[in-house]
């Protein structure tokens, strides 16, 4: 599945808070079609560096590279607008909307920002069409759409995170960012979610920060570890279980 076409790129990246240096000169390659995961102790820097990918914090130096572009100083909703999806721990549902709304808003707000105002004045009926149908092939992907006009808040746990996902996949991204998908989950919980991921995001492009190691050693196709702001290790899940430093940092602090 993962293909020798970058994706994402991130070239000496770097993320002060004052003086302290939070991301330390990464350099990052995503190829098109991985799931990568970003591990790493507590504080080594995973959210900082999604936060970074995603435009929700400025870059200190360095730069970032999306499908070949520099995005570096581009708004999150650009990026989004160019593929970049993430999907949070917190829960981006409208639990007061049906199932079949959240999807659809998510739809309508990157067919908005995609066309453009104008070309949608020209031809509303086609892209309305566009969007249900859309709307449908992702609920029907996610398994519910026999549930589509519940109201979100009356699904079931599983069923929520089904939901989530199909939140992101509405925005058509080439790139998804998940964040702890499995937090605060219990045992059969994760593996549900196991179950999901491959699933629904088998043909996507996944960067993934999870603490669940068996998770990871699971469903990635690569790991980065992150120690201090750096990158200490990057390989697939065996040779990451093998590696000497990773082992030392987990086990060292
Ligand atoms: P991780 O996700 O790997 O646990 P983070 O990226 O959240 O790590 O944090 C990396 C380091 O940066 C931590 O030491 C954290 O305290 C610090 N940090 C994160 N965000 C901020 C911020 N907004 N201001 C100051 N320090 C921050």
């Not at 549902?93 to 067919?111: K, P, T, Y």
């Not at 149908?133 to 029907?140: F, K, P």
């Not at 050693?217 to 390989?235: F, H, K, P, W, Y």
């Amino acid at each position: 599945r993962v293909t020798d076409e970058t994706i994402l790129r991130t070239d000496e990246l770097v993320k002060k808070f004052g003086q302290f240096t939070a991301t330390d000169r990464v350099d990052l390659t995503v190829e098109r079609g991985e799931f990568r995961s970003i591990i790493g102790p507590n504080g080594a820097g995973k959210t900082t560096l999604f936060n970074l990918v995603t435009g929700a914090l400025p870059v200190t130096d360095g730069r970032i590279y999306f499908d070949g572009e520099d995005i570096t100083t581009l708004s999150p909703a650009e990026r989004v607008r160019r593929g970049i999806g993430r999907s949070f721990q917190i829960s981006n549902i409208f639990g007061g909307l049906s199932v079949r709304e959240n999807v659809r808003l998510a739809a309508q707000s990157i067919d908005r920002d995609r066309y453009g105002f104008v070309e949608s004045l020209f031809k509303p009926t086609d892209r309305y069409k566009g969007m249900n149908d859309r709307t449908d092939r992702i609920l029907e992907r996610i398994g519910l759409s026999d549930v589509a006009d519940e109201e979100a808040n009356a699904l079931a746990y599983g069923d929520k995170r089904r939901l989530e996902i199909g939140v992101v996949l509405a925005t058509e991204p080439d790139l998804v960012l998940f964040d702890e998908p499995t937090a605060g989950m219990s045992v059969e919980e994760t593996q549900e979610t196991i179950e999901l991921i491959e699933d629904v995001l088998v043909d996507q492009t996944l960067l993934l920060i999870e603490h669940d190691i068996e998770l990871v050693m699971e469903l990635s196709d690569r790991i980065t570890v992150l120690n201090r702001g750096q990158i200490l290790a990057e390989g697939t899940p065996d040779e990451i279980a093998a590696n000497r430093d990773v082992q030392d940092a987990y086990l060292g602090g």
